[in-house]
């Protein structure tokens, strides 16, 4: 047998990773029976019992330890299960592939294109609050381009490039867990004024944990023309972003297709203030395939280059 085939077999950790990108695209879960789903729905009732009209301070502790709450037993339980099972890899290889939103991401796209195409705004508008905490009720055609851009760009990071590196880091356990801290910091965003300082906490971790792959990624689609240029405009956009992930992501996109992102967004009938990033260009139905196919190409070579360090680690302990 070719030593290559062999190194690969006796690496469960790459087949893991390789069957559960298999497995989410050939059997996808309907989203209203997904776990996150059902994990998104607790965290607002919980939010809704214990986010009263308290002080600042008050808010922002009952934030911390809610998130306490809901974080660490479902860590606990993921570990305690892990020594429960028959096969430890199939028990990975489910968690990772519950932690995946790739296909979610690609289906999403598909509508957004469809529906910008034929300027069904209805639809549109429809898609996105499904995933979006801004609201889209009154949003026209220039402002669904931008949101689903948005959406699209770090969704793509949290919900598959963030949720492969936590795999890899810290096994099925991490990327599940990643992936709960990432939706409950869409359940309790600060951006929504009903959430704030409650989701601070939240927002404050995940932007912790999502950091290097952020980073990792961001150097991935800088290539091309003119990386340069765009490094230093998405370097001087990206610091006045709220938040540093998004910021990044955003920037480099939007310089690097030149599209015009950012701007005014209306949470909870509130408007608020975002600076202006990316090029001049408003996104449409093309720009949204570009886009698509830019993160799905960086996407792949993220998958090669993570695979090809996972044998390197192999042979090193070998």
């Not at 910008?116 to 609050?129: G, Y």
């Not at 905490?133 to 598959?160: P, Y």
């Not at 570009?290 to 070998?318: A, E, K, Y």
């Amino acid at each position: 047998m070719h030593p290559v085939i062999e190194i690969i077999q006796a690496n469960s950790a790459l087949l893991i990773l390789w069957g559960a990108l298999l497995i989410h695209f050939i059997l996808p879960i309907p989203r209203n029976a997904h776990p996150v789903t059902l994990w998104h729905k607790f965290a607002e009732i919980l939010a809704e019992k214990v986010n009263g009209p308290n002080s600042f301070s008050q808010k922002g502790i009952s934030g911390a330890m809610a998130w306490g709450l809901m974080i660490i037993p479902a860590l606990m339980l993921l570990i305690a299960f892990r020594s429960l099972v028959w096969q430890p890899e199939f028990y990975d290889l489910a968690l990772l592939l519950l932690a995946l939103g790739w296909r979610g991401q690609t289906q999403l796209t598909s509508g957004l294109i469809k529906a910008l195409a034929t300027e069904d705004k209805p639809t549109a508008r429809q898609l996105l609050s499904e995933t979006n905490n801004r609201q889209t009720e009154t949003l026209s055609i220039v402002g669904l381009g931008k949101a689903g851009a948005e959406t699209l760009i770090v969704g793509q990071a949290r919900q598959v490039i963030s949720v492969m590196f936590w795999y890899g880091v810290a096994g099925g356990c991490g990327a599940f867990i990643f992936r709960l801290i990432a939706e409950l910091n869409r359940a309790w965003s600060p951006s929504q004024p009903a959430c704030y300082p409650f989701g601070i906490t939240s927002a404050r971790v995940l932007t912790l944990l999502e950091m290097i792959p952020v980073i990792l990624f961001t150097c991935l689609l800088l290539p091309g023309r003119q990386p340069g240029q765009i490094w230093q405009q998405s370097r001087m956009q990206a610091a006045i972003w709220p938040s540093f992930g998004p910021g990044w992501l955003l920037a480099t996109v939007g310089n690097k297709l030149n599209l015009s992102l950012g701007g005014p967004a209306i949470y909870e009938g509130k408007k608020s203030v975002r600076t202006k990033i990316g090029g001049r260009v408003v996104p449409s139905a093309l720009h949204l395939s570009q886009t698509q196919r830019l993160l799905n190409q960086r996407t792949f070579i993220w998958i090669l280059g993570q695979s090809l360090i996972t044998l390197l680690m192999l042979q090193v302990i070998r």
